[in-house]
C-alpha cells in the first residue's frame, strides 16, 4: 500500500502542514477573513456589478457577429466579460497607486508652525523627487497590489482561453 511507503517523518510534516492550512479558527479571524473580498470588489462577478452591466451588453454585442447565433453570442459575453474583468482590476491598481501616493505626499509635507523659521507666504522646501515618491506608495500599498495579481492572473487566463475559441 503507498502509505506504508511514506516515512514517519514525511507523515509527520505532512500532518504539521495541514494543521496550519486549515484557515482562521477564532470568531475575530473568521470576521476578518470574511471581509476579504469586500475590499476591492473584484470577487463579485462581473455580470452581477451593476456598474458594469451596460459596458458588458455593448462590448459582448461588438464581439457577436451575429446576435441571433446563441452560442456565438455566449462566447462573446465571456470575452466581454474577461475584458471587463481586465479594466475593473486596473482600475483597482489605479485606485491603491492614487491612495498610496495621496498618503505619501500628505506625510511628505512639513508642517508651518510658529517659530519654525518658515515664513507664512513661503513654499515647504520639496523633500523627494517624484521616483522616490512614487516608490515609497508603491511600498506602502505593495501587499493590496500583490492581492490584485490573483484577479489579474485569472482575468488573463480567461481571455485567452475565450479568444482563442471564437471562430476567426
Not at 473580498?37 to 462590448?59: F, M, Q, T, Y
Not at 495621496?102 to 515664513?119: E, K, T
Not at 523627487?129 to 484577479?151: K, T
Request: aromatic share 4%; net charge positive; with cysteine.
Amino acid at each position: 500500500m503507498i502509505l506504508d511507503m511514506i516515512s514517519d517523518a514525511r507523515r509527520a510534516a505532512n500532518q504539521q502542514n495541514g494543521r496550519r492550512s486549515r484557515g482562521p479558527r477564532t470568531p475575530a479571524g473568521k470576521a476578518k477573513s470574511s471581509r476579504n473580498a469586500k475590499r476591492h470588489g473584484l470577487a463579485v462577478p462581473i455580470v452581477l456589478d451593476a456598474a458594469w452591466s451596460n459596458a458588458l451588453e455593448e462590448l459582448g454585442l461588438l464581439f457577436c457577429r451575429d446576435p441571433d447565433d446563441s452560442a456565438l453570442y455566449h462566447t462573446a459575453m465571456f470575452a466581454a466579460a474577461a475584458v471587463l474583468d481586465l479594466l475593473r482590476i486596473e482600475s483597482a491598481e489605479v485606485n491603491i497607486w492614487n491612495v498610496g501616493l495621496s498618503q505619501v505626499l500628505s506625510a511628505d509635507r512639513p508642517h508651518s508652525q510658529p517659530g519654525s523659521g518658515q515664513d507664512a507666504g513661503e513654499q515647504p522646501h520639496e523633500t523627494g523627487n517624484a521616483q522616490e515618491l512614487e516608490a515609497q506608495a508603491y511600498l506602502a500599498n505593495i501587499s493590496q497590489l500583490g492581492s490584485l495579481h490573483r484577479y489579474e492572473r485569472r482575468a488573463l487566463s480567461r481571455c485567452k482561453r475565450v479568444f482563442r475559441s471564437l471562430p476567426d
